[in-house]
């Protein structure tokens, strides 16, 4: 019998729930069974242990991904407000999948390990929504960044609410975005004067 889509994504939402619950390293495959509503023959039908389903997870949340940022950019297309839409989606990945936070509370180490696991993968996700941002931007324009190196910049910024939230972090999205216009757009010469020349007499 083919593999059921449905129930392989059933999985690891339930997955995502018993690792918010009990913690990467605590919950077993009986946990994710009892979450996700599944026997454990249908569990071992789709993944064979554990670490297959964490690295299912991780595509599961680059998937997911992708589709978020897409969505964002596609309702807020102009160029000029991509970053600020971009970082936004980020912050608003977290907080629709609350789960994943509580991911990060319940084992912040573990959840380092499996961040540092994925991230190359979750990097050119990201650089793709950034486009418009990283191809006009003056650093990489006059070579002191790569496109990667500063998508990864913004990146971290953003992960920085999910492992040190704080008051306000909210407003990060805008406030990146106003501070990166603030640096990037070039002021306008200022007109010269000429100064007059006064003659001496003898």
């Known amino acids: 019998m083919a593999p059921n889509t449905n129930s392989r994504e059933k999985i690891l939402e339930g997955a995502?729930?018993?690792?918010?619950?009990?913690?990467?390293?605590?919950?077993?495959m009986s946990d994710i069974c009892t979450e996700a509503g599944v026997s454990r023959g249908t569990m071992y039908r789709y993944f064979k242990s554990k670490d297959q389903v964490l690295e299912a997870v991780g595509e599961h949340v680059e998937d997911t991904l992708r589709t978020t940022l897409a969505d964002a950019v596609s309702a807020s297309p102009e160029p000029d407000k991509r970053l600020e839409t971009v970082l936004q989606a980020l912050l608003d990945?977290?907080?629709?999948?609350?789960?994943?936070?509580?991911?990060?509370?319940?084992?912040?180490?573990?959840?380092?390990?499996?961040?540092?696991?994925?991230?190359?993968?979750?990097?050119?996700?990201?650089?793709?929504?950034?486009?418009?941002?990283?191809?006009?931007?003056?650093?990489?324009?006059?070579?002191?960044?790569?496109?990667?190196?500063?998508?990864?910049?913004?990146?971290?910024?953003?992960?920085?609410?999910?492992?040190?939230?704080?008051?306000?972090?909210?407003?990060?999205?805008k406030r990146v975005a106003g501070l990166w216009k603030s640096v990037t757009t070039v002021a306008p010469a200022?007109?010269?004067?000429?100064?007059?020349?006064r003659s001496v007499s003898a």
Request: hydrophobic share 45%.
């Open 93 to 173: 990945y977290g907080t629709a999948h609350a789960e994943l936070a509580r991911i990060v509370d319940a084992e912040p180490g573990a959840v380092l390990q499996l961040l540092a696991r994925e991230f190359p993968a979750l990097l050119p996700v990201i650089a793709d929504a950034l486009g418009p941002v990283l191809n006009d931007a003056p650093p990489v324009r006059d070579g002191t960044l790569t496109k990667r190196q500063l998508a990864e910049m913004f990146t971290r910024l953003v992960l920085s609410v999910y492992l040190v939230p704080s008051a306000g972090s909210d407003q990060l999205a």
């Open 16 to 28: 995502i729930r018993a690792l918010g619950r009990y913690g990467l390293r605590k919950s077993s």
């Open 190 to 197: 200022a007109p010269s004067r000429q100064r007059g020349i």
